[in-house]
């Protein structure tokens, strides 16, 4: 595996190459994009893009946890988080080494 991690701008840039709109409107856009799909998941709401996987909020629940310096026992409080599963289509690409060409690489 890399280190490498894909960034906002990096991003930006791919829609710029790939669909043609200005540089500040391809920024505008992820970023449209992104709050959009931010937001529903604030609400609660889940967010499935096809092809890719879906994100959900889920909330866990209290429970004991343990200091494992100290073994002390603490409580964790109930949360919520953010899961992500992949769709089949995106397992099936990473586990065969599939890439897509693009002009960011």
């Known amino acids: ?54 994100f959900a909020v889920r909330s866990k629940g209290q429970r004991v946890g343990r200091n494992p310096k100290t073994g002390e026992e603490v409580p964790i409080l109930p949360r919520r988080v953010l899961v992500f599963r992949p769709s089949q289509l995106l397992k099936k690409r990473i586990n065969d080494g599939d890439t897509v060409k693009s002009g960011t690489e």
């Open 1 to 54: 595996m890399t280190d490498r991690t894909i960034t906002r701008a990096q991003l930006s840039e791919a829609v710029y190459q790939e669909v043609g709109l200005s540089r500040n409107e391809s920024a505008d856009l992820l970023e449209a994009v992104l709050g959009e799909i931010s937001n529903a998941l604030a609400r609660g709401e889940a967010v499935k893009i096809s092809s890719f996987g879906s």
